[in-house]
């Protein structure tokens, strides 16, 4: 009699936002998500820039580059939203700092319709901070950090961006978990950056403004939101 096997779905999750409190009427402006199968990628991902209806504030835009204009023509959260629940529906999802991107996510459930659960309904949720702070007390535990400790490649990492922060924190994760690297190459993050700066070039090109790289303070500050 053959022994039945569940396949374990993980999907690593990562979000950008127009400013650090959804209290504040801050907003989702990307999502970038990678699908785990028993610890290997799928290819299945999930990414998407969505239009807040609302400014990005000064000190994000530092963060991630993501301006105003460039989200002009990008859909709305209501209409992802039932792609976006399929998607994480049933799967553990694993997040670095996992309060702030969950408590975004689940105001932006709740602005579409009181119909849609929290994410807690639809899947669990493991946090890599949490993980990581109980692994190394006292030490700094933002994801730059945790990449340099355990010799993760993340030097194209000129500005943030949902995906390849999710990539990121896949090799992350399966170092910390396992021992399992290099899920994603280079070659893959390198086109995923080129992307990235594609998006600057146009800010640029388009925009009344000079886009501001992010010091590494300000780095810190969006991924030690709640950290060291």
Do not use: W
Not at 25 to 45: D, F, K, Q, S
Not at 149 to 156: C, G, V
Not at 171 to 181: A, E, F, H, K, P
Not at 188 to 198: C, G, L
């Amino acid at each position: 009699m053959k022994t039945k096997t569940t396949n374990t779905r993980q999907i690593v999750l990562d979000t950008e936002t127009t400013g650090l409190s959804p209290e504040q009427g801050h907003r989702v402006i990307e999502i970038g998500a990678v699908e785990l199968i028993n610890r290997r990628p799928t290819g299945n991902h999930f990414h998407e820039y969505i239009n807040p209806e609302r400014e990005v504030e000064a000190e994000a835009l530092a963060v991630h580059g993501i301006s105003n204009e460039f989200l002009q023509d990008k859909p709305v959260f209501k209409d992802l939203i039932d792609r976006f629940v399929d998607y994480i529906d049933g799967a553990e999802l694993i997040i670095h700092n996992a309060p702030f991107d969950v408590g975004f996510l689940n105001h932006e459930f709740k602005l579409v319709s009181p119909k849609y659960n929290k994410i807690a309904k639809y899947c669990t949720v493991f946090d890599t901070l949490k993980f990581a702070r109980e692994k190394h007390p006292g030490q700094r535990n933002s994801l730059d950090a945790l990449c340099k400790r355990y010799d993760i490649n993340n030097s194209d990492r000129v500005l943030h961006g949902a995906l390849l922060d999710a990539k990121i924190l896949a090799d992350l994760y399966l170092v910390m978990t396992g021992g399992q690297i290099s899920l994603f190459g280079d070659d893959d993050q390198t086109q995923h950056v080129s992307h990235q700066n594609k998006t600057q070039f146009t800010i640029k090109r388009d925009g009344n403004f000079k886009v501001i790289r992010a010091t590494a303070e300000e780095l810190a500050l969006h991924d030690g939101f709640f950290t060291d």
